[in-house]
C-alpha cells in the first residue's frame, strides 16, 4: 500500500513512521504546519498536496493524526481515502465542514466522542485506543537526578475562558454554572455537563450575557462545555498539586504560570516545559509518582500522556476513567483515584511502599507493551480500506 502520510508535527508521528516503514507499506510523508491557519481553504498547503501527488505515483490512502477538513476535500476530489487517528480529543473544529466525506476514515481514542459523531450522523467515526513505542523508551529511560521528586506533572494548567463568561451572566446562571461544576468535581466515570447543558439553558445563559454586553456572540453548547471542562480540570489539577506540595516534593512543568498560580502553587517546585523526546522519558522514570488529571471533555478515552508515562515504567496515579479500568488492573498495573482527596491519600500511600509502587509500575510498562503496540494499532487503521 502507498501511504501519503500528512506530517503536522505531531508527537505520534516519528513512531507511526518507524512502524510503517518496518511493513510492507510505501510510505511518504510531507511536514506541514497548520498552527495558526485555516484547516478548511488553505491555498498553501493545496498547492503542496497537489505538487507532492503529481510528482509521485499514485497513493492508495493518505494520514494524518488530526482531522483536517481541507485534507478531507482534496482527498475526496482525488478518490484517495483519508484515513485520522487523532490524538487530540475533544475535536477542536468550528464546523462539520469536510466531516461527511465517503473516503473519510476518522478514529478516536476516546469512545463516548466517536459514539457522540456517530448519533449525528457521521457513521465515518470509528474508536481506537492510542498507542506506545515501550521498546523505543525503553532503551532511551534513564534515571536523572535532575528530575527526581516525589510527584511531577507535566502539562497545562488548562486555564478556561469561564471565569470571564461568568463575570457577565446574571446570578441564576452562574449559580447554574456553580453548582454544575461542583458536580462534576466529585464524579469520575459519568459525564454530566453535556445533558445538563438544555437548549433553555444555553438561550439563558446567552441571553444573560446579551444582556449584560451587547458585544457577546452567542455561545455554542460545544464552546461551553468545553469552557466548564477546562475550568474543572484547572481546579482539579491546582488542587491536588497544592495539597501534595505540603505534605512531599511537588514538581510541575508546563508553560506558563501567572502570578495567582503561583501564589496558590508556592510549595510547588515550577519549570518550564521539557523536550517530548529525551527529557520527558527520564522525568517519567526518575519521578516516584507521576500525575494524571485527564481533561474532563475526555470522557472514557486514555490520552497519550498516561500512555506515555506507562511506556516510561513510571508510576502513573491517574483519575477513574473507563477505558483505563477496561484495560488495566487498578492497584496493580495503575493507581486511579475518585476524588481529589484520595488522590492525595493515595499518593501518600504509595511514597510510602516503595516495594509496591515499583511493581506496579514494572507491571503497567508490560501492559502498555503488550497491548498497545503500534503494530497493532496500524493494522487496524488500514483493515477497513
Not at 528530575?147 to 463568561?165: A, E, H, I, N
Not at 496558590?264 to 488529571?293: E, R, T, W
Request: charged fraction near 20%; proline fraction near 3%.
Amino acid at each position: 500500500m502507498n501511504i501519503l502520510l500528512i506530517d503536522i508535527g505531531s508527537y505520534m508521528t516519528g513512531d507511526i513512521l518507524l512502524t510503517l516503514r518496518n511493513t510492507e507499506h510505501d510510505v511518504s510523508d510531507i511536514f506541514f504546519s497548520f498552527k495558526g491557519k485555516d484547516k478548511y481553504n488553505n491555498p498553501e498547503f493545496e498547492q503542496l498536496f497537489e505538487n507532492t501527488l503529481n510528482q509521485n505515483k499514485k497513493f492508495d490512502v493518505c494520514f494524518s493524526t488530526l482531522i483536517y477538513p481541507v485534507i478531507a476535500r482534496l482527498c475526496f476530489e482525488h478518490n484517495i481515502p483519508y484515513v485520522v487517528w487523532s490524538y487530540d480529543s475533544p475535536i477542536n473544529l468550528q464546523t462539520t465542514e469536510g466531516l461527511d466525506y465517503p473516503t473519510n476514515h476518522f478514529y478516536l481514542f476516546d469512545r463516548n466522542e466517536a459514539a457522540r459523531w456517530n448519533s449525528k450522523g457521521f457513521s465515518c467515526f470509528k474508536h481506537l485506543p492510542l498507542a506506545v513505542n515501550a521498546r523505543r523508551l525503553k532503551q532511551i529511560c534513564k534515571y536523572d537526578p535532575t528530575f527526581s521528586c516525589d510527584v511531577s506533572m507535566m502539562g497545562k494548567l488548562y486555564r478556561s475562558t469561564l471565569p470571564y463568561l461568568k463575570n457577565h451572566m446574571d446570578k441564576y446562571c452562574q449559580g447554574f454554572i456553580d453548582g454544575l461544576i461542583n458536580s462534576q468535581l466529585n464524579l469520575y466515570g459519568s459525564f454530566l455537563i453535556d445533558n445538563a447543558l438544555t437548549d433553555d439553558i444555553i438561550n439563558k445563559i446567552n441571553d444573560s450575557l446579551q444582556k449584560n454586553n451587547s458585544n457577546f456572540i452567542n455561545v455554542t453548547k460545544a464552546q461551553l462545555s468545553y469552557s466548564i471542562s477546562t475550568q474543572i480540570t484547572y481546579i482539579e489539577r491546582i488542587s491536588i498539586l497544592r495539597l501534595l506540595s505540603s505534605k512531599c516534593s511537588t514538581h510541575l512543568y508546563t508553560y506558563t504560570t501567572s502570578a495567582d498560580e503561583q501564589a496558590l502553587l508556592k510549595n510547588v517546585s515550577i519549570h518550564g516545559p521539557i523536550d517530548y523526546g529525551f527529557q520527558m522519558p527520564n522525568l517519567f522514570f526518575s519521578s516516584k509518582i507521576n500525575l494524571n488529571a485527564t481533561l474532563k471533555d475526555i470522557q472514557s478515552g486514555i490520552c497519550l500522556r498516561a500512555l506515555d508515562i506507562l511506556g516510561c515504567g513510571g508510576f502513573l496515579l491517574t483519575n477513574y476513567q473507563e477505558e483505563i479500568a477496561e484495560h488495566f488492573v487498578n492497584e496493580k498495573e495503575v493507581v486511579m483515584y475518585e476524588s481529589i482527596e484520595d488522590a492525595v491519600a493515595k499518593a501518600e500511600f504509595y511514597l510510602k511502599h516503595d516495594d509496591l509502587r515499583e511493581k506496579i509500575a514494572l507491571a503497567g510498562q508490560e501492559r502498555a507493551a503488550s497491548d498497545f503496540r503500534f503494530e497493532d494499532r496500524i493494522k487496524v487503521l488500514f483493515s477497513e480500506l
